[in-house]
Nanobody
Framework: QVQLVESGGGLVQAGGSLRLSCAAS????????MGWFRQAPGREREFVAR????????YYADSVRGRFTISRDNAKNTVYLQMNSLKPEDTAVYYC?????????????????WGQGTQVTISS
């Protein structure tokens, strides 16, 4: 089992920044691909970003590329999502997720472990 706990959400104005954290416990953190997903009210969950085990390779959704940065600290068992130039359309509950398989890609259904989510609200 892997337990994931997100933090760092909140209310900010458009153009502002937030940094989300996701602390993992239970298994060897560096064995897992880590992803961030989000779900806005009335919408399906969508992929935001993912980072491979060593942290050297990351992938982003087109909607956030250039504004968001995913990173990880394997010594601290934590993955981060730095969000800059935030827009009202970024408003959602943000979830971190873990998968053992690189092939999981951007499909949430392939991630076995999920956090409880943290609310991000961007005001215009």
């Amino acid at each position: 089992q892997v337990q994931l706990v997100e933090s760092g959400g909140g209310l900010v104005q458009a153009g502002g920044s937030l940094r989300l954290s996701c602390a993992a416990s239970g298994r060897t953190f560096s064995d897992y691909i880590m992803g961030w997903f989000r779900q806005a009210p009335g919408r399906e969950r969508e992929f935001v970003a993912r980072i491979l085990r060593s942290g050297g390779i990351a992938y982003y959704a087109d909607s956030v590329r250039g504004r968001f940065t995913i990173s990880r600290d394997n010594a601290k068992n934590t993955v981060y999502l730095q969000m800059n130039s935030l827009k009202p359309e970024d408003t959602a509950v943000y979830y971190c997720a873990a998968s053992q398989y690189v092939s999981s890609g951007s499909s949430g259904g392939n991630y076995r472990y999920w956090g409880q989510g943290t609310q991000v609200t961007i005001s215009s």
